[in-house]
């Protein structure tokens, strides 16, 4: 009886070990200090701190599934909605089921749909490209659940010739973390860095309403693990091997899909002819809907498939897995399908659920504090007057302590990077001119700022 016992303890202690081993386990920003959310209100640029508690509050799993506990509020700075969306981020309160052993959809493809498709690490939610509107061609206008739009024939559920695409249709909508809220339900459609970060800026709210995104974009490193979609399969930034084997250097990873070369909606990429759409036009330009987009299978490696992955090798994958990448382009703007789409990889299981009915582990993260290296983190503008930033160049899974001094090294300010955030701003413009020195504490290194 006892060698049975140990054996079962054996067994159990195993099957743990390879649980933690799952990067759909370890990787979720785990908010363990009390992080609150934060959002602006439109005119006032100094943001306000609310009282839910950001990021992911739990982690839990069986041999099968992950079970991520969200308020699906994230620590970085949300809002305002320019476009007169009255909502902010809210308490979701939500617990997202994921699989931990994802496999391929053999059988007829699963499209995306409106709403929760996947969920960022922070415990954001993802939706796909769509925000609800499409084309009706009964009455030749949108129509939708927005104010102002006569509701779709069907309902949210009917299937549209032509179906609106909300990066180019919503783009006033964003706050400057490229998200926004759906009755609370904060989300992401597409690759969560903010639009000041693009090496083309295409939106001005990052002027006076300054914030960040979940990670920054660096063409030099792999991006970090991102999130994962309903299928279970993971999702990364915009950067990545050239080569699915991890060969070929940093570069970065490109959508299949492109524009067509069309000026009347009338017929699908396939050739299927559809009820007409709008006419191309400054008001309707092409991209304005998904299926102004057409698939071409590219036969480099750095290309995606029809869902916007491909099977190939990661720092947190050495054995390879099919991961989705939250595609840009060479501006570094969102380019379509965005993250997942219009089809899964994977067979979706995943949901949110009310409980957990299952016996299950609650996951504890013995990850310590990451040492930043000198190319960790900048200080920009530098010299400068008004405002400088402390960026750290990567995803945070910790909060850090930013901190300035004086040339006679007098503490002058302090502020920090959240977890789950990249940016802190500190206010120069009361300051003497002369040189003084950024620290973020715990790590070695200081930098220096010239203020003019």
């Known amino acids: 009886m006892k060698k049975l016992n140990l054996l079962f303890l054996l067994i159990v202690c195993c099957q743990q070990a390879m649980a933690q081993l799952n990067p ?91 709403g929760n498709i996947g969920i960022f690490i922070n415990g954001v939610a993802l939706f796909d490209y769509r925000d609800g509107v499409a084309w009706n061609s009964n009455s030749n206008s949108l129509c939708g659940g927005l104010p102002g739009m006569s509701p779709c024939p069907g309902g949210p559920g009917a299937s549209f010739s032509w179906n609106r695409d909300a990066i180019p249709a919503e783009k006033a909508g964003f706050d400057c ?47 970090p693990l991102i999130g994962y979609a309903y299928d279970g399969f993971p999702i990364y930034g915009a950067y990545g091997f050239k080569n699915a084997d991890g060969t070929g250097g940093i570069t970065r990873i490109k959508s299949g899909y492109q524009l067509r070369n069309i000026t009347a909606r009338t017929i699908w990429a396939d050739g299927t002819d559809v009820p007409d759409g709008p006419t191309v036009s400054t008001t309707y330009p092409l991209g304005y809907f998904r299926e102004d987009y057409e698939f071409i299978n590219h036969s480099q490696s750095d290309y995606l498939d029809i869902h916007n992955g491909r099977v190939c090798v990661t720092p947190e994958y050495p054995n390879g ?25 994977g067979v979706k299981t995943a949901a949110k659920v009310t409980a957990i009915s299952e016996t299950v582990t609650t996951y504890t993260s013995n990850v310590g504090i990451n040492e930043l290296k000198e190319n960790d983190w900048s200080v920009y503008p530098n010299p400068s007057n008004d405002i400088i930033m402390v960026q750290v160049n990567d995803l945070t899974n910790q909060s850090y302590t930013v901190e300035l001094y004086d040339a006679l090294g007098k503490l002058i300010q302090v502020k920090q990077i959240v977890q789950g955030s990249t940016i802190a701003y500190l206010q120069v413009d009361t300051l003497y001119k002369g040189i003084y020195q950024v620290k973020i504490s715990g790590q070695a290194g200081t930098k220096k700022l010239v203020i003019e």
Not at 72 to 93: C, E, H, K, W
Not at 321 to 345: D, H, Q, R
């Open 24 to 114: 759909a386990i370890e990787h979720w920003l785990i908010n363990t200090t009390g992080i609150t959310g934060r959002h602006y209100v439109q005119g006032n640029s100094t943001p306000i701190n609310e009282t839910t508690l950001a990021n992911v509050q739990t982690v839990q799993y069986s041999n099968n599934w992950v079970y991520v506990t969200t308020t699906g509020v994230p620590s970085y700075i949300t809002g305002p909605f320019m476009d007169g969306n009255p909502s902010l981020a809210t308490r979701q309160n939500a617990i997202f089921k994921m699989p931990l052993n994802p496999t391929q959809n053999t059988g007829t493809l699963t499209n995306t749909t409106g």
């Open 321 to 345: 897995i099919y991961c989705y990448f939250a595609t840009v382009n060479e501006e570094w703007n969102s380019a379509y399908p965005y993250v997942v789409g219009p089809t899964f990889y």
């Open 177 to 223: 973390s490229k998200g926004h809220p759906a009755m609370g339900n904060y989300h992401h459609h597409q690759n969560p860095s903010a639009f000041k970060l693009d090496l083309t800026v295409i939106s001005n709210v990052c002027d006076l309403y300054d914030a960040d995104g979940l990670y920054v974009i660096d063409s030099t490193v792999h991006s």
